[in-house]
């Protein structure tokens, strides 16, 4: 069975459920404490050059790692990912795009935050405003003129992108800024099989 290394608040995890409940596939789901270093043990490093999760392990033993690797294997040949090569060009450009320009500064600003140290960070938080605020106004742009990110359909890119920008809000963005994208955010919501993060997949053992 599949087994996925994870944490309670992670959102590249949670992507990584969503996905699983969606296609439908049995994990086992292992939840570790970041902030008890348990990325950081040399048994971890054997799963995980990069000492993050999440962490996907195949049946074999083998790893996949980082969030958008694993959601382009678990897509492969599914829905969720299109056949055709240039519409998965452009399935990992938004991939790409939310590593990139979103993931960090709405991820870190969510984080001090959770932590309860927003006051004293709130210089970093400025300057991460400033950065995700921009990713965000190119994705409200697109999603003025598009249902999804790629074509006709939700997708793994879909799915990607939304996951930190629906939980911007945390690390205190102003979504209301953001019409269509909280439009789109509905919408993928709305797919079969998804996911809240702290709700549990009927596909997850462990
Ligand atoms: N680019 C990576 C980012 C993964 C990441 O930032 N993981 C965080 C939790 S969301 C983590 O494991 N942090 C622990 C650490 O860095 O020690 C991905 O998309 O998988």
């Avoid at 870190?108 to 970093?124: C, F, N, P, T």
Wanted: charge should be neutral; include cysteine; hydrophobic fraction near 40%.
């Amino acid at each position: 069975m599949l087994r996925l290394y994870d944490s309670r608040f992670s959102g590249n995890a949670w992507k990584i459920r969503i996905l699983l409940s969606q296609i439908q596939r049995p994990f086992e789901r292992v939840t570790l404490d970041l902030d008890a270093g348990q990325t950081k043990t040399d048994s971890f490093l054997e799963l995980n050059r990069f000492s993050r999760i999440p962490v996907l392990q195949l049946s074999d033993g083998r790893t996949i790692v980082e969030s958008a690797a694993i959601l382009l294997y678990l897509a492969d040949g599914t829905e969720f990912l299109y056949d055709d090569s240039y519409l998965r060009s452009q399935v990992m450009g938004w991939l790409f795009f939310e590593q990139g320009d979103l993931q960090k500064s709405l991820a870190l600003a969510r984080v001090y935050h959770i932590k309860g140290i927003a006051d004293e960070m709130s210089q970093q938080i400025e300057r991460l405003h400033a950065n995700g605020y921009m990713g965000l106004e190119k994705l409200e742009r697109w999603l003025c003129r598009h249902e999804w990110l790629v074509d006709d359909r939700y997708t793994v890119a879909d799915l990607a992108v939304s996951a930190y920008v629906s939980l911007a809000h945390e690390g205190s963005y102003r979504m209301e800024r953001f019409p269509s994208i909280n439009r789109w955010l509905d919408r993928v919501r709305a797919q079969p099989g998804w996911l809240g993060i702290f709700e549990r997949s009927p596909y997850q053992y462990g």
